[in-house]
C-alpha cells in the first residue's frame, strides 16, 4: 500500500527544497521551539495536519497495513524456522541412529532423501 497524502509537508520538503536547514530541523523534531520562517512553516503544517481528520485515517489505515505485513512476515519467518529445525532434529536422529549401528547407513541416506555418500559426507562417518 503506499500512501498518497498531499499534506502541507509535501510544498514544504519537496517545493521549497532550498530552505531546508538541518540544523533547525533537528530543533524542531526534537521539541525545540521552531526558529525561522523555514521551521515555524513545519510547526504550523504540523498544526494543521493533527487537526486533518482524513489524513489521520490515511496514516492510520497506512500504519495498520503496515503492522499486519509485520506480522505475516513473522509468522512466516517462525514457520520457516519450525521446519527447519524439524529438518534438522530428523537428521540428528538418522545419524545418531547409524553411528549406534541401530540404523544402516543406506536406510539412513534413504530416510534423508539423499545418496549414500551425501548422507555419509553430512554424518561426518
Excluded: H, W
Aim: hydrophobic share 35%; with cysteine.
Amino acid at each position: 500500500m503506499r500512501l498518497r497524502v498531499r499534506s502541507p509537508f509535501y510544498k514544504i520538503c519537496y517545493v521549497n527544497p532550498r530552505e531546508c536547514k538541518p540544523q533547525a530541523q533537528r530543533d524542531a523534531i526534537g521539541g525545540k521551539a521552531p526558529k525561522g520562517k523555514f521551521t515555524e512553516t513545519i510547526a504550523d503544517a504540523v498544526e494543521v495536519a493533527k487537526e486533518n481528520k482524513e489524513m489521520k485515517v490515511e496514516y492510520m489505515t497506512y500504519y495498520m497495513e503496515l503492522r499486519r505485513s509485520e506480522e505475516r512476515g513473522m509468522e512466516k519467518g517462525r514457520e520457516e524456522g519450525r521446519k527447519e529445525g524439524r529438518m534438522e532434529g530428523r537428521m540428528e536422529a538418522l545419524k545418531s541412529l547409524v553411528a549406534s549401528k541401530l540404523l544402516s547407513l543406506k536406510d539412513a541416506a534413504a530416510a534423508a532423501g539423499m545418496s549414500e555418500e551425501k548422507f555419509k559426507e553430512f554424518a561426518d562417518l
